[in-house]
Structures are given as C-alpha cells and as structure tokens.
C-alpha cells in the first residue's frame, strides 16, 4: 500500500520510503513517554505530516498522564495505541504489525526511565515492545532534569543506545520545567522533525556577518555602585543562537549577563552604554545584519563618584545625562547594515514601534510588551510584534530559543527581499 507502482508515481528508496512530488513519504511511529515535554509532541504530529509523513503515535501510561491520547489522534487522524494486550488493539493493529509498518521510529520526548528499558531491551509495555520488534531506524530525543540527564547511570544507558545505532537528538539546553538550567530539554519539534527526515538545515544567513546587542548595561555610580535593567539577556542570546543556526557568522556584544556564550558565536563582553557604543561602532562596518536586543540605559551618571559615595543625611540627587543612541547611530552610517531595532513598550506598541522605524532610519523593529508577567524582561518567554515599512507580522507567544528562530527566519526574508545574498 505505501510502494508506488510506476515511475511517475514517484521514486522508491532501498528502504522502502517513498517521495512523492519531492515530500518524504516515511511512515513514523512516534512513542511518547512520560514527561512535561509531552506538550511539545502533537507539534510534531503536525510537522512530520506537513512533511508529507504518515504517522501512528504510542503512549506509554506515563505520557497519558502528561497528554489525553485524544490529542494525538485528532493531530495524526489515526487512533493512538496505548496498550499491549489489548484484544481489539491487537486485532486491528498489534505489535508486530506496527513494528513492522515503520520506516522511523522516534521516541520523543524521551524519560531517562525509558532510556533505561530501552538499553535493557524490555518488552514490558506497548512502546518498549515496538522497539524491540523492530529494525527501523530509531531516533530518541530525551528530556529530562538535568541531574537525571548527566547522572552516570543515564550517560551508560545513552552510550549502550548509540553503540546500537540509536541516534540522539539532543536533548538541548535552558531553562528546565523544575526550575533549573542545563541539558536536558527536548529539542524544538522543528529540529526534531528535520534531524528525522534527514533534510539540511535551512540556512538563509549563510554567509552574512551578524552583529547584535544583548543584556543590560551597568552605569557606574561609584565604584561600588550601579544602575541597570531587567534584562537576563535571554531573548538577544537565543536571537545570536538562531542566527548562529541559520548559517550566519555571529558577533554578540553583551552587557553583563549570568548566561554562558553561546557556542560558534564570538561574545564581547561590555559593562556600560558607552561601552556598548564603542564595541558595537568598532564592528559595524564590517556587518551585514545589526540586531539590538539590548536594553541599553537611555541615561547614565553624569558624573561618577571616583570613591565609594557615603551614607548621608537627607536626600541625595544623582545627575543624569543621555547616552548615546547605538541603535539610531548604526542605522545612520554611510552604509549601514540591514538594522533591526528592538521595541520595550507597556502600551501602544504598534504606534511607538512604527515611531521608532521611521524616526531612526530601521529597516525592522521587533517590538515586545513589557510588564507582562511571564513574558519580555527576565522571563523564558515573549511575544512580539514585527513590522517594517509596508508590512508587520505577530509572532505569537512562545519560547524566547523558538521565538529568536522565527523572528531569524523573518528577518532573513526581509534582508533577502533588500539585498540578495
Ligand atoms: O534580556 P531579556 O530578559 O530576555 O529581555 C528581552 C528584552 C525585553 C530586553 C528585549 O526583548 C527588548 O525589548 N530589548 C530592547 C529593550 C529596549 O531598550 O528597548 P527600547 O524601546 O528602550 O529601545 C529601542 C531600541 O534602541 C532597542 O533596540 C535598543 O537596543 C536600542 N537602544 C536604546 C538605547 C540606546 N542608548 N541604544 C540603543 O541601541
């Protein structure tokens, strides 16, 4: 039923996997095992069938604690197995036969339980089973704490798993459910998806030099003493991460954070707004694409305190003066980069950020609502609004590693649109 019978049809792999009309006809049974991650796997329903794949999901016991079976189903239009010995599963669908009727397996997320009777090779639950019975290719993209993932009966588990030929997608790195930090967060199901059908990455800034701007800036009261913003850094360090991914040679100039640079990306490490300005001036000219995700201080001491400044009665007054505008100075060089300004507004974000295109000469503004809790400064998630001259688009809620790729993938259209590569 899946082998096409004539060669305008489409064209038959050794394997089996049929392309029709340039999609990959793979037929996939996703495993879902127990985990928050869970949430992420009808995304990846969604994905590999607008890949053009046939998929069938498993549920382990776990998983439907995480997600209702009904959600699978109505994403993969098929009916979701759950259970071994079920009689009527077994009848219409069993074991063997799924088994066998997949081209890929992926298990994702993955728990480190089921790392651990995957490498044990146990048959004790539907999931387990289907490996077992089957010589697909098997993909794992785990997810887990990050104590779990680095726990050295984990790191045997994963390394009998590979010497199998299992292939491990990910897991990835952030900010984990349980509140920590580190590997162990399963990849995006964009990643997911492409590392399972074994296509190339996109990668639309191939060849261009990106500068951006990330975290906070610190200006010096005294030399104790600081004023600063909110800004973690994490949705500039996620946007050098996507350009990075996207093929782009990256340099990111970063006000003091406590995130580690991202790999592949050269990170020039900055305290203040004039700091920032100098690090940023002495490479723009050598970039393709500038993108300010900092929140640069508007204002610094007019005059800083040489000595710590002691405790006195009464009042004190700082004297402010305004810093220069690094964003609005890039965009007006003799050839400036393609420019991408980022927008902090608690309302009328449209208005201000359609202001701040025209007033400093952009080519995109990236605004975001601040003040909402959960999203913009110091969160892991955010929402933005894109808009450039003749066009804008929402990028809704999401992920601030997700959202960066989106907002890449956007900004790299519009910079093709400008100039071609
Ligand atoms: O770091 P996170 O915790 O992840 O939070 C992300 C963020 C909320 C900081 C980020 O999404 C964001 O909105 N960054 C811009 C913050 C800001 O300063 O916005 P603004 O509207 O005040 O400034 C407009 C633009 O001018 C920004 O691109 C800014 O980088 C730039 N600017 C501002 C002042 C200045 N002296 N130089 C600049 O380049």
Redesign the pocket.
Known sequence: MHRLESAHDGQISQDGVVSVNGFIHERVCLIVTGGIAAYKAPAVVRLLREAGAEVRVVMTRGAQAFIQPLTFQAVSGQPVHTDLLDPAAEAAMGHIELARWATRILVAPASADFLARLAAGMADDLAATVCLASDAPLFVAPAMNRLMWAHAATRHNVSVLESRGVTMLGPAEGAQACGETGPGRMQEPEEIVQALLGKAPDQPLAGRRVLL???PTQESIDPVRVITN???????YAVAKAARAAGAEVVLVSGPTALAPPAGVETVAVQS?ADMHAAVMARAGACDLFI???????YTIADPAAHKVKKQDGELTLVLKP?????AAVAALPAPPFTV?????TRDLLTYARA?LTRKKLDMVAA?L?GVPGS????DE?ALHVVWAGGDQVLERAD?ELLARRLVALIAERLRAKTPA
Do not use: W
Request: glycine content about 14%; proline content about 0%; cysteine-free.
């Open positions: 701007t990330a975290g909110r800004s973690s850094g994490k949705m500039g707004a300010a995700t900092a929140a640069v201080a508007d810093t220069t505008d690094i964003l300004g980022f927008a902090a507004e701040k975001n601040v913009g400064f110091d969160a955010n601030k």
